[in-house]
């Protein structure tokens, strides 16, 4: 592949972008590439900047510092000023409150973006039923929005989004105001349009789950940085540092002090391995749940206490400190009910741990 056809490729990029609200820096550079019919997933913790991402890329807002570009086209350059409002960068948008019109019959807020694009009536309608067929919602085209339910309303928006076939489609935490059950559902159903359609799509969330099920890359974002930028099963394999795996919720996360030939949970009595088992330098590791298997307490096991415990479908998972390090917190898979006070000892697959250096760059 040459490098003009891999440019060309590229369906959205941001380049060096940052924002500064006042003095404070909101975003603070940012590097990323997405390629034609991918979905990249902002993903982070309240306040990390992943919506302030996503109105720079929509036109909502100009950058500080850096360029966006979508399909080639430079649509925000600092640098000279140059600004393409939302309307002329093809998008279509979902947010988390659906916005929908409430005078507006069903199909007239599909046919919305049409209208402003001047489409003729005949060729409105069609594309509205076929975006509404999309969403498994043809048969409440004049229907108001207020007799549908949450994921009704919800499905309404994305039809509004996809009608007019942008190029790129972005979407706010669409999922947020639905309750766990319909969530869930609803994640599948738009990774199947997403796929159905070949739609190039960013999508804001603080969900992990959502984003590794819908994304093909996922940007984890803190304090206005890309923490980590990698497709779900490099993120899963390989967290960059113990702030993506913990927020990944991977597993454990402990500090280890390598003294007296061992290697011991803090400045615990606690010992998880000998020193020449971890590599030198290692400041903390990351010790997934499937690296542990519980059972009863004995001599060559860790003995730990159950602080909760709930359940998820394939068993219990079950938060445990350990005893003599009680500031480590783990998480094991038990086949049974484990309570609150329980004792439990746990076996640690040590080929399974990952470490992170001091420097927070993982050992390889
Ligand atoms: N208009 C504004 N003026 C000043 N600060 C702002 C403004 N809008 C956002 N911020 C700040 O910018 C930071 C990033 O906000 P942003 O909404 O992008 O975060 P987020 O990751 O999307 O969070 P959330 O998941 O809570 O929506 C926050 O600290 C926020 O307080």
């Not at 206005?224 to 394999?237: F, K, N, R």
């Amino acid at each position: 592949m040459t490098i003009d056809s891999l440019k060309s490729n590229v369906a959205v990029s941001a380049a060096g972008l940052e924002l500064h609200y006042g003095a404070t820096p909101v975003l603070k550079g940012i590097d990323v590439a997405l390629g034609q019919g991918k979905t990249l997933a902002l993903l982070g913790p309240s306040g990390c900047g992943k919506t302030t991402l996503l109105r720079l890329v929509a036109g909502l807002l100009a950058p500080s510092k850096g360029s966006v570009s979508i399909a080639g086209q430079v649509v925000a350059d600092a640098a000279n000023g140059t600004f393409a409002p939302p309307e002329k960068r093809n998008l279509g948008m979902v947010f988390q409150d659906y916005a929908l019109w409430p005078h507006m019959t069903v199909g007239g807020n599909v046919s919305f973006p049409l209208e402003m694009r001047g489409i003729g009536r005949t060729e409105r309608e069609q594309r509205t039923m076929h975006a509404l067929e999309r969403v498994g919602l043809s048969a409440y085209v004049g229907r108001r929005p207020s007799d549908l339910s949450g994921g009704q309303q919800q499905r309404v928006a994305i039809a509004r989004a996809i009608v007019a076939e942008p190029q790129l489609i972005l979407f706010d935490e669409p999922l947020s105001n639905l309750d766990r059950e319909l969530r869930e559902n609803m994640v599948g159903e738009l990774a199947e349009l997403i796929a159905s359609l070949g739609l190039t799509a960013i999508y804001v969330t603080h969900d992990h789950s959502e984003a590794l099920t819908l994304a093909d890359q996922v940007a984890v974002m803190r304090g206005g940085l890309i923490e980590q930028l990698a497709s779900p099963d490099e993120l899963v394999a390989k967290p960059a540092t113990p702030e993506v795996a913990d927020f990944l919720r991977l597993g454990g996360i402990a500090e280890l002090q390598n003294r007296d030939a061992c290697w011991f949970f803090g400045n615990s009595d606690v010992a998880l391995m000998r020193a020449d088992q971890g590599p030198a330098g290692a400041r903390s590791i990351l010790i997934p749940v499937a690296a542990i298997t519980p059972g009863e307490i004995q001599p060559d096991r860790l003995a730990a206490s159950v602080l909760r415990s709930q359940f998820r479908g394939d068993g219990h998972l079950a938060t445990v400190s350990l005893i003599g390090a009680d500031q480590v917190e783990l998480q094991v898979l038990s086949r049974y009910k484990l309570k609150p006070g329980d004792g439990v000892g746990l076996s640690i697959d040590l080929d399974q741990v990952r470490w992170f250096e001091n420097s927070n760059h993982p050992h390889p």
